[in-house]
């Protein structure tokens, strides 16, 4: 049974999808089990993440985190742009890089990814 009280067998995909983490992490079948549920928390994170984007005003700094949702990238991709000189400007805040929310407007407007 699983966690929505049905006694419906996962499908084929997501046996795989379990199959395939459980041997990369060298996870047990319980610590599995709640993929679907984790997915959905991500989702909800990126979700509220997006959220605050929006909602912020147009001088807000976002981080490497919240700028690689907000582009559909990843942190690591980002990274690569700031080395490589490309991507969004950026300003170093402490240690961190920050992006204007303005400035990834602009960037996602300019096409300049593809």
């Known amino acids: 049974m699983n966690n929505r009280g049905s006694t419906k067998e996962p499908s084929e995909g997501l046996k795989r999808l379990r199959?395939?983490?459980?041997?990369?992490m060298a996870a047990t079948p319980q610590q599995i089990t709640?993929?679907?549920?984790d997915?959905?928390?991500?989702?909800?994170?990126?979700?509220?993440?997006?959220f605050?984007?929006?909602?912020?005003?147009?001088?807000s700094l976002?981080?490497?985190?919240?700028?690689?949702?907000?582009?559909?990238?990843t942190t690591s991709v980002l990274g690569l742009w700031r080395l490589g000189k490309r991507g969004p400007?950026?300003?170093r805040v402490g240690k961190s890089p920050k992006?204007?929310?303005?400035e990834l407007l602009r960037f996602i407007a300019s096409g300049e990814r593809q």
């Open 19 to 24: 199959a395939t983490i459980q041997e990369r």
């Open 34 to 37: 709640n993929l679907p549920d």
């Open 39 to 50: 997915l959905k928390r991500i989702a909800d994170s990126r979700n509220a993440i997006r």
């Open 52 to 59: 605050e984007f929006e909602s912020a005003p147009d001088t």
């Open 62 to 73: 976002f981080g490497d985190r919240e700028a690689a949702v907000v582009l559909d990238t």
């Open 89 to 91: 400007n950026w300003v």
């Open 99 to 102: 992006y204007q929310k303005s």
